[in-house]
């Protein structure tokens, strides 16, 4: 079963408005983390957020927030005012068990355009 | 800001040939992580390591192998790459009790 959901392949938004990209995750565990990844067409990993699943406000970094719903099992990224340098694949993921533990699942990406 | 590095960035081989991937960290991270994607897809976890000595197999079989003789280093070779293994390997490091990943720039690689 796919731990981790993210059920848009596709965005198309234009420039300055605000995102949501969407995540759905599957866990029995109390304890895990919820982690957003940023990946330019250069390849390169970029960690944007973290949420923890005890955690009782919802993670803010900057122009990234993230919405974090336990009830329903989401934790969506917003980014708010989006810039042409937005888009990007961009990657849910989660970890399990206490925090510190070694691994992480991914989930298929959402590609990001921002137009001008 | 993270320092881990990957080399080379791109590496086009034959069949056949055995490969070493780069993997370093200056950052003293225990925890060292190797992952494959598709171009397009989700990243898949094929060998992590929690200090020197350990290796662990991931999620992903993968018929390559690892050695962690270096806090700071964690190679990935392929003894006899086949076209099924193009792919991109990210190399990834984190601290002990934390859950945050860094990762490389990557190392796409191309069987012909």
């Known amino acids: 079963a796919q731990k981790i959901t993210q059920t848009q392949p596709g965005m198309f938004v234009q420039e300055k408005e605000a995102v949501t990209l969407d995540c759905t995750y599957d866990?029995?565990?109390?304890?895990?983390?919820l982690f957003w990844y940023k990946q330019p067409s250069s390849g390169e990993m970029i960690f944007l957020i973290y949420q923890g699943s005890y955690d009782q406000q919802n993670a803010t970094e900057g122009r990234y927030s993230l919405n974090f719903q336990k009830a329903r099992k989401s934790a969506n990224l917003v980014i708010s005012a989006s810039q042409l340098g937005d888009s990007a694949m961009y990657f849910c993921?989660?970890?399990?068990?206490?925090?510190?533990?070694?691994?992480?699942?991914f989930g298929q990406g959402t590609r990001l355009t921002i137009n001008p | 800001e993270a320092d881990i590095y990957q080399t080379p960035r791109y590496l086009v081989i034959g069949t056949g040939k055995k490969i070493t991937l780069e993997c370093s960290q200056t950052m003293g991270h225990d925890k060292m992580y190797w992952y494959q994607q598709d171009p397009g897809m989700e990243l898949h976890l094929i060998h992590y390591s929690y200090g020197v000595n350990s290796t662990e197999k991931g999620d992903l079989s993968s018929e390559s192998t690892v050695s962690r003789i270096r806090t700071e280093h964690f190679p990935l070779t392929l003894e006899s790459a086949r076209p099924s293994h193009t792919s991109q390997y990210l190399c990834?490091?984190?601290?002990?009790?934390?859950?945050?990943?860094?990762f490389g720039p990557g190392t796409r690689l191309t069987v012909l």
């Open positions: 990834a490091s984190g601290k002990l009790g934390r859950d945050e990943q860094f």
């Open positions: 866990t029995s565990d109390p304890s895990y983390g």
């Open positions: 993921a989660m970890r399990e068990g206490e925090r510190g533990a070694q691994k992480l699942v």
